[in-house]
């Protein structure tokens, strides 16, 4: 092959390689304007109960403008009809900033706006879909689905006097407080269940604001010696129980008074990720 054919075939290889290199950058542009959604993001704030979608939508598509951009949730459940929400980029009804192209929405998990809430039980994943229409008749359609991940614990019953009569000597009595909790990550999950009390006239927190630790022990392990147990009558069935020692009126020794008057006993339980449940307030007249 003489000198001149083998520069002949380099430059070939090269600009070939050049043109193959440059030609993606083209495609991937065409790409952008078949599929103008982009950047979804999707939030379920537990505490607050509120869901929130996000997802950037190309304004226009061959000078055709957006019209409507469409959120279609189906919860946990793709079998079902979805809502239809609208989503919005005019800087309300949870979208930050207006214009920006990063179309929003906050809404509450509620049955009242929604067909399809997530539940206390949901775990795995959530499922929606987004869809933009423009003016010319043109729509797209992105699908997606999330892990909820975590779910945050629930107290759903609390079993504790309404008032208690402190004895009239120096001895003293017990009475069981019990709380039922529930966590859809598992029972596995709980780390622990407890309640501080409020005094109200005295606008303090006993016990220095310390938890008070319920059990779901059975009774089985001894919480003080000798021979103190939580009361609980059942090891592991979601009902977590202590015996708050009430004492009698004739004690003279200060750590052995029980405060009479009106408190708030502010429950709540935390999860293995050390994530709060709501709390449950329950009031109690100590005499």
Known sequence: MSFICKIFKHFTIIFTSIIFFYGCPGSS?????????GNLQFTYLQDDRILYFAIEVEPSINRSPLESTVLYWYGTDTTVSPDNLLLNDEGESGDIIRGDDLYSLKILN??????????????GKV???????YGNGSSFMFRDSFFLGNIIPQ???IIAPNTIVRPTDNSVIFKVVKAKAYDANGLDDIRRVGFVSYHVEGDSFLNKGDLINLYDDGSEVIIYEPNFTSGDSIANDAIYSFRV??????????SLQTKTGTFNWIFDAMDMSNSYSDTVIHRVIVE
């Open 245 to 254: 020692p009430i004492f009698g009126s004739g004690n003279v020794d200060p």
């Open 29 to 37: 542009d065409n790409s952008d304007i078949d599929t103008p959604l």
């Open 127 to 133: 499922h929606m879909k987004f869809q933009a229409n």
């Open 155 to 157: 107290l759903q019953d």
């Open 110 to 123: 509620d049955t009242i706006f929604l067909a399809n809430p997530i539940s206390l039980e949901d775990t």
